[in-house]
């Protein structure tokens, strides 16, 4: 599903340095009606390093319409444009 963001709240538990990898974890914690609740956890280095940034968010589903109604003229037209616009959007898929 399309959806934007409502809300996002961001905990850095420790400093994040430049150029550190972090180790994402996230979940949907509950949906009602459109709205989609989650959270997130970052670890610095891998899946088992120490927590850096904890994150809880409310998305909004929302229909592409959304977009068309209110993008950008010419970045509608460059997507729509795009023969590989069909492969990075699947790109973004995610197995339930």
């Known amino acids: 599903m399309i959806a934007v963001t409502g809300r996002l709240e961001t905990d850095f538990v420790r400093p994040v340095p430049l150029g550190t990898v972090?180790?994402?974890e996230a979940e949907v914690t509950a949906v009602a009606g459109r709205k989609i609740y989650s959270r997130a956890t970052g670890r610095i280095g891998g899946p088992?390093?120490?927590?850096a940034v904890r994150a809880d968010a409310l998305f909004i589903e929302v229909k592409v319409d959304h977009f068309i109604d209110n993008g950008r003229?010419?970045?509608?037209?460059?997507?729509?444009?795009?023969?590989d616009q069909i492969r990075r959007a699947?790109?973004?898929e995610v197995n339930p």
Do not use: Y
């Open 22 to 24: 972090l180790f994402l």
């Open 48 to 51: 088992d390093g120490p927590v």
């Open 73 to 83: 003229p010419e970045e509608i037209r460059a997507a729509m444009n795009d023969p």
């Open 90 to 92: 699947r790109a973004f």
